[in-house]
């Protein structure tokens, strides 16, 4: 199956026209707001921007006459920096639509500045439901997944399994906030309950007071309201301390591929986790990580990675049928008047609440035994089909849904 094949077959019905099409500077200006330097950089940085080239090549747009350049930039985590580079990106170069941004304090201002100026966020990265909820935009898309959607598939799964008790270890800004707040209503729905929380500085190095604080507690779960390095951190210490083989479950809410490579699947095996895409599901995906995996060091393409090059295509058909970039929110409102269909989430929509629905999966981690060959770490234990994986359009708050 040919991936560029494909995704280019996707616009073809949308191309004709495109000599009279007008965009802002004479090129469409993708930026790649990131981390590329610290705790979420291997799970999105550098492998954002390849994904972003990627979908680029495939859109078929630079065949066409139509130039498309791709910028990037690091955020360091912070919103004051986010800002700062989203501004000058709107007002200097010309930059039409953002993409990716993890950390939910910065995607939230980005969010915001991006509403101000009537461009394009594609939110990729980024984790916070309120993106979609009570800070809701008409200029904003949330692809990949939210906190909901991970406390929907992970918590009730631990839950029901028997895990009624929870402590939480959560990050203290925007992400950790809302993942510890969706989680703790999902295990309660299911009859479980959180017994308490420690709230952590973002890329701690030592986890141990928090860890004891969470042993003490007694709770059934240790649930870990983080994400990359964080998260890779605790696990390890958590193992390091004997938590697990003093009765306690660890449940990583939102752990991915590149967290799983870097704890190695002896440490990672039997974790059970929320995933929206993997690489080795069809032919689809698989084409699309041989040709990803080259452009980043050998990394196989995660859900980050994926969402930012399947938003970036079904950006691009907007354009095409406005034929201009101009109307950040005319576009953004055409990507909600067109269902989603790809090769790496296949069929979908996006809401009026801009949260892009699809199926997510409930995988768990193979032991070294099970896996056959490099980066093949998933078990899919089972689907939850789109209309169940995200949270009901009318329990989010968003001004925007009728």
């Not at 979609?132 to 992970?154: E, F, M, R």
Request: neutral net charge; charged residues 20%; aromatic residues 8%.
């Amino acid at each position: 199956m040919n991936l560029a094949r494909i995704a280019a077959g996707l616009l073809l019905p949308l191309l004709a026209g495109t000599a009279a099409a007008q965009f802002s500077g004479n090129a469409i200006r993708i930026g790649v707001l990131s981390d590329m330097s610290s705790l979420y950089a291997d799970g999105t940085g550098m492998g954002s921007v390849a994904a972003a080239r990627l979908a680029v090549e495939d859109s078929g747009l630079e065949r066409r006459g139509i130039k498309v350049e791709v910028l990037f930039a690091d955020h360091h985590n912070k919103p004051d920096v986010g800002l700062t580079v989203a501004r000058r990106w709107y007002d200097v170069e010309g930059v039409d639509v953002i993409v990716d941004v993890p950390n939910s304090s910065v995607a939230l201002a980005v969010s915001e500045l991006t509403r101000e100026k009537n461009r394009v966020f594609l939110a990729s990265g980024a984790g916070s439901s309120d993106l979609t909820g009570k800070a809701c935009s008409p200029n904003t898309v949330h692809w990949t997944y939210d906190t909901w959607s991970l406390a929907n598939g992970t918590a009730r799964f631990v839950t029901r399994a028997g895990g009624t008790t929870w402590f939480f270890v959560t990050a203290d800004y925007a992400f950790g906030h809302a993942l510890e707040r969706d989680a703790a209503a999902a295990i309660a729905r299911d009859g479980g309950r959180s017994v308490g929380a420690v709230r952590v500085p973002l890329n701690t190095a030592d986890f141990g007071s928090f860890l004891m604080q969470a042993q003490a507690s007694k709770a059934k779960v240790i649930g870990l309201a983080n994400a990359g390095g964080d998260a890779q951190t605790a696990m390890k210490q958590a193992g390091e301390f004997g938590i697990v083989k003093g009765g306690q479950r660890v449940a990583g809410l939102l752990m991915g591929l590149t967290d799983v490579h870097a704890l190695g699947l002896a440490a990672a095996q039997g974790l059970t986790m929320t995933e929206a895409f993997y690489w080795d599901t069809n032919d689809g995906t698989r084409a699309f990580a041989r040709r990803f995996a080259p452009m980043h060091r050998g990394i196989h393409p995660n859900a980050i990675h994926a969402g930012v090059y399947s938003a970036l295509l079904h950006y691009f058909k907007a354009v095409q049928a406005l034929a201009s970039d101009a109307d950040g929110a005319a576009i953004v409102a055409r990507m909600k008047a067109t269902p989603t269909d790809d090769p790496l989430f296949g069929k979908g929509l996006v809401r009026a609440d801009g949260r892009k629905t699809h199926a997510m999966h409930l995988v768990e981690v193979k032991s070294p035994a099970e896996s056959r060959a490099p980066w093949d770490y998933y078990k899919v234990v089972s689907t939850i089909p789109a209309e169940d994986a995200f949270r009901p359009l009318a329990e989010g708050g968003c001004p925007l849904v009728r």
